[in-house]
């Protein structure tokens, strides 16, 4: 990994940290609302139609799966461009001094 890319990978690992340690304090707060709710209104009135439409959990599964195919389809197009690119990314990324030297005398 070039040395460029390591601050980002931290900033990126420390945001997904953040995410993460949200967990608990959202199950909590949204259990203390369920628990408020409950607590004043024990019956709810069903919806119609309710059979047909998902669960939270369902919804929050199809977008998941979408997303993964989303990135994972995204990161094969900008792969395949960046070895495209490969022929003059590489002479222009080259740290040999060679590419530099090039690049000065132009």
Same mark, same amino acid.
Request: charged residues 30%; without cysteine; hydrophobic residues 35%.
């Given at each position: 990994m070039s040395t460029i890319l390591q601050p980002v990978s931290?900033?990126?690992d420390r945001i997904i940290d953040a995410i993460s340690n949200l967990k608990q304090p959202v199950t909590k707060a949204v259990s203390k609302a369920v @628990?408020? !709710? =409950? $607590? %004043? %209104? #024990? $019956?709810f009135p069903s919806l119609p139609f309710a059979e047909k439409l998902p669960t939270p959990v369902e919804v929050i599964d199809n977008q998941a799966k979408f997303a993964t195919k989303f990135v994972s389809t #995204? +990161? #094969? !197009?900008a792969t395949a461009a960046a070895k495209a690119a490969a022929p003059v990314t590489d002479q *222009? *990324?080259? %740290? #040999? @001094? %060679? &590419? +530099? &030297? =090039?690049?000065? &005398?132009a």
């Open positions: 931290q900033v990126q @628990g408020f !709710v =409950t $607590e %004043r %209104r #024990s $019956e #995204s +990161k #094969s !197009v *222009l *990324l080259d %740290r #040999s @001094g %060679r &590419a +530099k &030297a =090039t690049v000065a &005398a």
